[in-house]
């Protein structure tokens, strides 16, 4: 049978320092940050189109919005745009650099590149962040996706003539009746001043025959 008395203050000692390990290990886990605390983590929470309603061949910009919902700032991100086309195409319209370095708490509005409107039809939007510094704390948040449709073009009507194009228009007009009533006026001067062309004579013909001398004759002797 062991002698207890012996074994008492080893197993005492053995539990006081197991109880100090433990208790240590404890307020090390307390102290270890949470993952975000450590690092960044960029969120796109709203993307704007513009111009809305888009219409096929129009420019359109789009702006995206950034928040950290980190505990250290984001020094570096690249934000990429892809345009999912009704006909299957994905289109990677570009990449934009994060354009400052984003604070824990804080939040920016990122304009991307701007693309032309083409395909008509419901398109999807896609906005993506890569490429943090320091890494992302979580990539499950880092896309974005927003609907947007592409409308048929209009065609514009031909623009109305405005009120001084009509005014220069009946000028015009008026100049030319102007010029052709004193073109006729002249005409009709030119014919009142021309002297009167003579008449043909016709052919010569000889002198009519003198008449007769019928006066008595004189008496002899006087």
Do not use: K
Not at 21 to 46: I, K
Not at 92 to 109: N, R
Request: net charge negative.
């Amino acid at each position: 049978m062991p002698n207890w008395a012996y074994l008492a203050p080893p197993i005492a000692i053995v539990l006081m320092f197991g109880t100090m390990a433990f208790a240590h290990l404890a307020l090390a886990r307390e102290a270890d940050p949470l993952p975000g605390d450590v690092a960044p983590d960029l969120v796109p929470t709203t993307a704007t189109v513009t111009p809305s309603p888009a219409f096929e061949g129009d420019i359109l910009h789009v702006a995206v919005t950034i928040e950290n919902r980190g505990g250290t700032t984001a020094s570096a991100a690249t934000i990429l745009l892809i345009d999912d086309r009704p006909n299957g195409d994905a289109v990677s319209i570009g990449t934009t650099p994060l354009p400052t370095p984003l604070a824990p708490g804080a939040f920016v509005v990122v304009p991307t590149p701007p693309f032309v409107a083409a395909v008509v039809g419901p398109h999807r939007l896609t906005i993506r962040i890569d490429d943090v510094a320091p890494a992302d704390v979580s990539r499950e948040n880092n896309e974005l996706s927003i609907r947007m449709s592409v409308q048929p073009a209009v065609v514009a009507p031909p623009p109305s003539p405005s009120a001084e194009g009509i005014r220069v228009e009946a000028f015009q007009d008026l100049r030319t009746v102007a010029v052709i009533g004193i073109a006729i006026v002249a005409v009709f001067a030119a014919i009142a001043v021309l002297p009167p062309r003579p008449r043909d004579p016709g052919p010569l013909l000889p002198p009519p025959p003198e008449p007769p001398d019928r006066t008595p004759p004189p008496v002899w002797p006087p």
